[in-house]
T-cell receptor, first 111, second 117 residues
């Protein structure tokens, strides 16, 4: 298994702006998931993208996957204060389909 | 469904004491995971079970840690004896997938915050 590495570690924006978070990983993957964690809570699944997919949308979320660069990005459009949270990517690879997590990106959206 | 239920939510104990964390997964989920979250190391997978059987415990830090899943609706993570460096938030998560096939979309509990003095 492998961890994803999120970038940047912290991001501070104004409400209404777009937020982009990136994830890099080292070896080929089966799929990659994004999760959100609000302060003091457990992680919540946002979206899963499989290795043969390039882009997925869910509401204001857009996830892209570039397997040639071993990277993924999460775009939150028209951000809201309620989007303030930590965001984690979780790739799974090899014979294991277990999501593994890194340290996440801490997003603060100022009202 | 009430989701994944963990107890206790907070535990403060002294070094050397035994700590038991509990988890009730979502009914019908057949995979269960224990993770530990710290600022230094992020979110680490400790152990996971599939159909109540431990599949991979390579993430368990040392012999002081043990985990059991006696039935499909209950799991425990035990630390004996506890040490200050065990202070962390411990998460339990469950999923419907098989551990070795397909995708595991995890549903997390609220976590158990452990402080060892």
């Amino acid at each position: 298994s492998q961890q994803g590495e999120e970038d940047p570690q912290a991001l501070s924006i104004q409400e209404g702006e777009n937020a982009t978070m990136n994830c890099s990983y080292k070896t080929s993957i089966n799929n990659l998931q994004w999760y959100r964690q609000n302060s003091g809570r457990g992680l919540v699944h946002l979206i899963l993208i499989r290795s043969n997919e390039r882009e997925k949308h869910s509401g204001r979320l857009r996830v892209t996957l570039d397997t040639s660069k071993k990277s993924s990005s999460l775009l939150i459009t028209a951000s809201r204060a309620a989007d303030t949270a930590s965001y984690f990517c979780a790739p799974s690879s090899g014979g294991s389909y277990i999501p593994t997590f890194g340290r996440g990106t801490s997003l603060i959206v100022h009202p | 469904d009430a989701g994944v239920i963990q107890s206790p939510r907070h535990e403060v104990t002294e070094m050397g004491q035994e700590v038991t964390l509990r988890c009730k997964p979502i009914s019908g989920h057949n995979s269960l995971f224990w993770y530990r979250q710290t600022m230094m190391r992020g979110l680490e997978l400790l152990i996971y079970f599939n159909n109540n059987v431990p599949i991979d415990d390579s993430g368990m830090p040392e012999d002081r840690f043990s985990a059991k899943m006696p039935n499909a609706s209950f799991s425990t993570l035990k630390i004996q004896p506890s040490e200050p460096r065990d202070s962390a938030v411990y998460f339990c998560a469950s999923s419907k997938g098989q551990a070795h096939s397909g995708a595991n979309v995890l549903t997390f509990g609220a976590g158990s915050r452990l402080t060892v003095l």
